[in-house]
């Protein structure tokens, strides 16, 4: 256990969350870590920021800390929903929809997610993960920029957690082209900053 960046790494993430209405995770990620997914700055807010979770069979804990917490800013996106576990959910002040799910795996369709988010005017997604998600986001070409954080520690082994899992781009050509990047220290750590598409900010 205990975490691999350092606090002024953590501390920027805290401020990429304030820049951001919405912050998306998959439930896999509550499951494994069980984190609040807040904007701690203490920053003021254009509105507050909506905790989003790709749950496609509604698995989220009600004991986990986001369902604890949770004050009509916790969506969860799923593809099929049972109407016990949903009530459940509703119960504990989650709001529940149906996203359609045309992809093979039976998960929620990134482009019914997208649309979904710019239906309820979520201008900024962050997406924190984990693996699967960041893999279903960069295959929908929907990703407009990433931010790679970096410590100078190697865990290795086959237990270790990779960026991005699932099909992967078939050929070279295919990747996923991070252009326009900056490079950010934090202490020992560093993070890659640079976009996907041609949306480069100032």
Not at 167 to 192: C, N, Q, T
């Amino acid at each position: 256990g205990g975490w691999i960046t350092s606090e002024p790494a953590r501390a920027h993430v805290q401020a990429l969350r304030h820049q951001h209405d919405a912050i998306m995770v998959g439930v896999g990620t509550i499951i494994a870590d069980n984190p609040l997914l807040t904007d701690r700055t203490g920053r003021p807010r254009r509105r507050p920021l909506l905790r989003v979770i790709v749950d496609s069979k509604l698995r989220l804990p009600l004991e986990s800390r986001i369902v604890q917490t949770a004050q009509n800013d916790v969506l969860v996106l799923c593809s099929f929903a049972e109407e016990k576990r949903k009530k459940q959910l509703l119960d504990h002040g989650i709001r529940v929809e149906q996203i359609p799910t045309p992809t093979t795996d039976g998960r929620p369709a990134m482009s019914g997610i997208a649309r979904r988010m710019g239906e309820m005017e979520i201008t900024s997604l962050l997406i924190e993960g984990g693996a699967t998600i960041n893999w279903t986001a960069l295959a929908s070409d929907l990703v407009d920029k990433v931010f790679l954080y970096y410590a100078p520690k190697i865990l290795a082994g086959t237990g270790s957690v990779p960026f991005a899992a699932g099909d992967g781009f078939p050929r070279m050509s295919d990747a996923a082209y991070v252009k326009a990047i900056r490079l950010h220290r934090f202490g020992e750590d560093f993070a890659v900053e640079g976009y996907l598409h041609d949306v480069y900010a100032p």
